[in-house]
């Protein structure tokens, strides 16, 4: 378990470590430009180690993870992404779709580690505590594990692509994961062609981040 | 915006700030037992920027925060979680409901910030790209935010609560918020009492962490 390994007396993170913290946040990409060069064997593992210093509601750890290497499900997935992406472009006219046909949104055909996450929605772990009002909470929880994952990696150089541009109820079956299992993303994972400290999709011009205060309001 | 203040070059993250990052994941604590003291006055600005680092579906930046600091609201949203932890509480019997009696599940009744956390559901930002399929990606979205900051603070020694015990469809209106707006977290942040590394519902006998390969399968 975590705490095993952890330091005894609490870490004091210095003004040198929280610039860095912020350069990894600023330099943490959704990458869909991949080297195929293999990542380090236990990658996977470690991943999913970070992933799982996350809070989860209740203590639930309701995130399930399901390595995907088997040719033929990895074929589908993309199948099922290439079904979603052509529906989804065709939901768009004019600029907008010239734009969108451009775009790579999935990193699927040269990612060598593929990582699909979802909640166990029926686990009983934290026997419900703090969920009752809010179920979705098993949801955001492995969305948490996801983000701790993310910066992880991109700490080791590795990039992580979020793939949800697939239709989620095939999901399931394509990856034969246990009926109760509920799908939350799927990940691709290798080193990224490039570093950038700005969204491709800001760089492509799909899309630019506003102010902060523009999402803000005072109560 | 944040491309502004990175560095030019991407940032090499060395052995070093790995172990730190790691034990920033580890020491991270949803925290229910505040200090009073005050924060900097530029804490809430300074988080929420931070949280803008994280991913968004399609650049969507659906995110949306309230910052909390009327009298009277927040003693409305402490009523609606003493509401919801009641009903919670009677859910539960024998060892499970005295145990749970004892546990200290918010600390809004000290936390000298607290920010709610949203979704507008009806922004076009992003053009819809990637949520075809799964809407519940600026769901998502915004909880990777909410760890962004929570890792953000942690650094800053500053501890964050998710308070997820509340009646969600009665806190648009304690907060007087616009009508697409989607609740999605409360937070509580101010400095913890206690650093830990272990969480607290594990101190407290409530629920232990599993082995990692627990939640592993391979496919």
Redesign the interface.
Known sequence: ???D???KA??V?DEG??D?????????R?VRRFRTDPLPSDTA?RL???A????S?????P????????PE?RRAVRENFRT?NE??LA??SGE?AQL?AT?K?SGMDQAPLQI?VFTDETSE??????????P??F??SA??A???M???A????IGIG?V?????AEIPAI???PSDWRF??YLCIGYPEI?????A??EAG???????MD?????
């Open positions: 378990m975590a705490s390994v952890a330091p609490p870490p993170f470590f929280r860095r913290l912020r350069d990894l946040l600023v330099w943490r959704d593992l999913i180690e970070s799982r210093l996350a809070p509601v209740g203590l639930s750890e995130w399930r993870f399901a390595t995907v290497s088997d499900r979603a529906n989804a939901g768009y907008k969108y775009l949104l699909a772990q934290g026997s419900g505590l703090g969920r009752a009002t809010m979705e909470t949801a955001y969305v948490a996801i983000h701790a993310w910066l992880t991109r700490a080791e150089g979020w949800s541009i697939l239709n989620p990856l034969d994961t939350i993303a570093d950038s400290s700005s969204p999709l800001e799909w899309e630019r981040r506003r102010p902060t999402f803000v309001i005072e109560r």
